[in-house]
């Protein structure tokens, strides 16, 4: 059974950068899609970024695209998640979550994923 742990949220001000990380271990890491997901409360959880199982291919919602970079080192057994230019709304828990079946594409929908770590909170003040 795979364990997710993240790391790296903190406070930061509005336009600079955090590098949020999520170490797995007990598991085939290599051979899983993986995701980033925030959530702020009383909202739904919401989708991130996605990184497929060999690196080669992320997927990026709307409100991040062109400010978040997802990566992995699977020789590492981790993921990344670079976040710049950071906006008040960018404030959340974010959590790291691993696909049910392995080698799945980058826009499968939430319940896709079965597997999450605690999170760590992320705070961009204005």
């Known amino acids: 059974q795979v364990q997710l742990v993240e790391s790296g949220g903190g406070l930061v001000q509005a336009g600079g950068s955090l590098r949020l990380s999520c170490a797995a271990s007990g598991g085939t890491f290599s051979r899983y899609t993986m995701a980033w997901f925030r959530q702020t409360p009383g909202k739904e959880r919401e989708f991130v970024a996605a990184?497929?199982?060999?690196?080669?291919?992320?997927y990026y919602a709307t409100a991040v695209e062109g400010r978040f970079t997802i990566s992995r080192d699977n020789a590492k057994n981790a993921m990344y998640l670079q976040m710049n230019s950071l906006k008040p709304e960018d404030t959340a828990v974010y959590y790291c979550?691993?696909?049910?079946?392995?080698?799945?594409?980058?826009?499968?929908?939430?319940?896709?994923?079965?597997?999450r770590g605690q999170g760590t909170q992320v705070t961009v003040s204005s």
């Open positions: 990184i497929n199982w060999s690196g080669r291919e992320a």
């Open positions: 979550a691993k696909q049910i079946n392995p080698f799945g594409g980058t826009r499968l929908g939430p319940n896709q994923y079965n597997t």
